[in-house]
């Protein structure tokens, strides 16, 4: 027993000098961004120009708004409280969008390790969400060869990739998940086509493209009525609704036909987007019933409180989570590491 207490101290003793060397700086803000406009905010001393689209409501989030910074352009393209990684540790998020206003509130955050400034946009080793690493003046994008994902990490302030085998194939950067399927098709440059996935037909809008120029300005619509621009480079997942999202992985030269990868998922259950009781990550559980229909419920914050959604026996559940340094968009604030540090020694003794 004393031997366990001498190691003990001794490991704490070494844990805390890594600790004090290895700290998180987490910084907030938030812009009121006037719809149908182009403006300028900064945020940590960097300039983004905002591109906001002529209105949004609480059916229908500023997908379409891009963001410009440091030579830039990237869309928006998230649901409410759903976080867009921007690089160098920077995330932006929007809460809601009144119909009535000329104004919505776009949030943004930024996590950085001070000691070596590395940041994982996906949260360490996530294998079902694709990420990006940011270390120093150096990013890193995960990616798929074959059903190997090359997935990237912050290793002591550091870049460090492992190469994991997923089970259900690999696509843009992550890993399927066992209840996800997908399907390529060969879409026609230049041309207006119907495909069907999953019992939907799509009607595709396809411009020309080259391996250098992805068609970003490809039109997808569902019965006529509702349209998506594709919006995206190789490889990058552009969703389409809670159930289905679009890849192109390349635009190969001297062919009529380039391919594009549905993913989605059918049937009847509960799937939880952050993987069950994840305090520290916002998520979505999806229930979708026998007539086809789906409800989704968010994780929300109730000032400092957490009401964190999960499935259990293919049901919806929930559990109200008090966060220890406060709770927004969905989730909590993360701990520091001493916080960590003595929740694993609590949990040494327990």
Not at 4 to 24: C, D, G, N, Q
Request: include cysteine; aromatic fraction near 14%; charged fraction near 25%.
């Amino acid at each position: 027993m004393k031997a366990k207490i001498f190691l003990t101290f001794l490991f704490v003793f070494a844990l805390m000098s890594f600790v004090s060397a290895e700290s998180s700086n987490l910084t907030y803000g938030d812009f009121q961004i006037q719809k149908n406009k182009i403006q300028t905010v900064t945020f940590n001393s960097i300039d983004y120009q905002i591109q906001a689209p002529e209105g949004c409501t609480a059916m229908n989030p500023p997908r379409d708004m891009v963001i410009k910074y440091g030579g830039k352009e990237v869309a928006f393209d998230k649901g409410y409280n759903e976080k867009r990684a921007l690089g160098n540790g920077v995330q932006v998020w929007v809460q809601g969008c009144g119909p009535l206003s000329t104004y919505f509130t776009l949030y943004f955050m930024s996590e950085v390790n001070v000691t070596e400034g590395c940041f994982d946009s996906d949260g360490d080793r996530n294998y079902f969400e694709h990420g990006e690493v940011t270390a120093g003046e150096t990013t890193t994008q995960d990616y798929c060869e074959g059903d190997t994902l090359s997935e990237g990490y912050c290793k002591n302030g550091n870049f460090a990739k492992e190469e994991y085998k997923c089970e259900n194939g690999c696509m843009a950067g992550r890993c399927l998940r066992d209840y996800e399927q997908s399907q390529t098709f060969q879409i026609k440059k230049g041309e207006e086509q119907e495909i069907t996935f999953l019992d939907t037909t799509y009607t595709i809008k396809s411009p020309s493209c080259t391996g250098m120029n992805p068609p970003r300005d490809m039109e997808i619509s569902v019965g006529g009525t509702s349209f998506w621009t594709f919006g995206k480079g190789f490889n990058e997942e552009r969703k389409l609704s809670d159930k289905v999202s679009v890849i192109v992985t390349g635009c190969p030269g001297g062919t009529e036909t380039f391919p594009m990868t549905f993913i989605g998922r059918s049937g009847v259950g509960c799937f939880d987007s952050d993987g069950g009781k994840n305090y520290f990550e916002y998520g979505q559980a999806r229930v979708d019933d026998e007539l086809g229909g789906t409800t989704i419920i968010n994780d929300l914050c109730y000032d400092n409180t957490l009401k964190e959604v999960y499935c259990d026996n293919d049901n919806f559940a929930y559990e109200d989570f008090n966060c220890v340094n406060g709770c927004m968009a969905g989730e909590c604030k993360a701990l520091t590491w001493t916080q960590k540090f003595v929740n694993w020694f609590k949990n040494l003794f327990s």
